[in-house]
Nanobody
Framework: QVLLEESGGGLVQSGGSLRLSCAVSGGIFSLYRMGWYRQTPGKQRELVATITSGSGGTTTYADSVKGRFTISRDNAKNTVSLQMNSLKPEDTAVYYC????????WGQGTQVTVSS
């Protein structure tokens, strides 16, 4: 059994920051590319950032978050994080992490709400 547990969301004003964390259990975390996604009711889940396996990691970002979000991973702790700065109301969503390209069962996500 593998599990994904997202945390760190909350309510923040526009321009503020949050750091999300994803803890992975039950798998070999260091072997997988990981991604952060977000979803609003009625909209498709959107991939916002990815990071490759291995030391350091190569990252990619959706255009909407480039320059504001930073994804990182700690293979020793089986975690992947998303530092979100300069948050905007349009960043409001439930944020999820998952393995790429073959996903695990989705976790519950963590709610990020950005007020104007």
């Amino acid at each position: 059994q593998v599990l994904l547990e997202e945390s760190g969301g909350g309510l923040v004003q526009s321009g503020g920051s949050l750091r999300l964390s994803c803890a992975v259990s039950g798998g070999i975390f260091s072997l997988y590319r990981m991604g952060w996604y977000r979803q609003t009711p009625g909209k498709q889940r959107e991939l916002v950032a990815t990071i490759t396996s291995g030391s350091g990691g190569t990252t990619t970002y959706a255009d909407s978050v480039k320059g504001r979000f930073t994804i990182s991973r700690d293979n020793a702790k089986n975690t992947v994080s998303l530092q979100m700065n300069s948050l905007k109301p349009e960043d409001t969503a439930v944020y999820y992490c998952n393995r790429i390209p073959v996903s695990m069962a989705w976790g519950q996500g963590t709610q990020v709400t950005v007020s104007s």
